[in-house]
């Protein structure tokens, strides 16, 4: 690693996507414009497959809307992830060498708050929502270059457009994520965050599929883009989830999502 003698090891970590692991600088999922209606906590497990870095963890997920459905706040952690990855990789990363051997970490806390807008305009089938997002730095295991151990946050506008087929919508949201770095010339990375796609409802099945991802200033693997599927079949107090996602650019892995979200109150 050609160490200078007085730097700290943490210094020669490069805090963008491409250099980390699949959930420390994961992508928003899609502001589509509304605000979910049903409180509810869940609980998936996640499959990133890449060369040389194939990671498990357990993903738990909570969403709590007001009595108006004009807010919902949501969260999701990861207690556990389990990670093998490859020497190379691992010198890619520039890897601590007393975190070399590490197989397992706990993950970071993000929340969203989304916010209904423009209720006049529902009635053009048109749905707008602006949402705030903060990643808390609560993963460990940064020496092993899993989670950053630095916060970040988001904010962007959501819109969904119909169709004449009342089942087909048209997604895209805009906005800017920041995150802190380690450089002490640039401690922050500024991104334009973006995302477009389909959704399609029909009766107990919701179906997506978009891409999505946000573009950093700093090039250095700070341009993560992929590609998502998401099939949610509804039940009356459980709903299962089933997830794909694939990386495009600056995020190596082909990821796939599997779990239930258990209702506890739905509007």
Avoid: C
Wanted: proline share 3%; charged share 20%; hydrophobic share 35%.
């Amino acid at each position: 690693m050609n160490w200078d003698g007085t730097s700290h090891w943490s210094t020669y970590l490069t805090t963008s996507p491409k250099y980390f692991g699949p959930n420390a600088f994961s992508i928003p999922q899609i502001n589509n414009g509304a605000v979910d209606s049903v409180r509810s906590l869940g609980i998936t497990g996640n499959f990133h497959f890449s060369k040389g870095d194939n990671t498990q963890n357990l993903m738990l997920y909570g969403n709590y809307s007001s009595k108006d459905n004009a807010i919902s706040v949501d969260a999701q952690f990861v207690p556990y992830e389990r990670f093998q990855v490859s020497h190379a990789k691992k010198e890619e990363r520039r890897v601590y060498y007393k975190d070399y051997y590490k197989k397992n970490t706990v993950g970071d806390v993000v929340f969203n708050t989304t916010i209904r807008l423009f209720d006049r305009w529902r009635k053009k089938n048109v749905f707008t929502a602006i949402r705030v997002g903060v990643r808390m730095p609560s993963g460990s295991e940064l020496g092993a270059a899993r989670y950053a151990d630095m916060p970040g946050y988001w904010i962007d506008a959501g819109a969904s457009f119909g169709f004449k087929n009342p089942e087909w919508r048209w997604l895209t949201n805009l906005g800017f994520l920041v995150w802190q770095t380690n450089d002490d010339d640039l401690r922050q990375n500024d991104a334009f965050l973006f995302g477009t796609g389909l959704e399609w409802n029909h009766k107990r099945i919701k179906l997506q599929a978009y891409g999505s991802g946000y573009i950093g200033y700093q090039n250095n693997g700070d341009k993560p883009m992929v590609f998502r599927l998401f099939l949610e079949r509804k039940g009356k107090k459980v709903n299962t989830l089933l997830r794909f996602q694939q990386g495009l650019n600056d995020f190596d892995y082909s990821s796939f999502e599997v779990g239930a979200r258990f209702i506890l109150a739905s509007k």
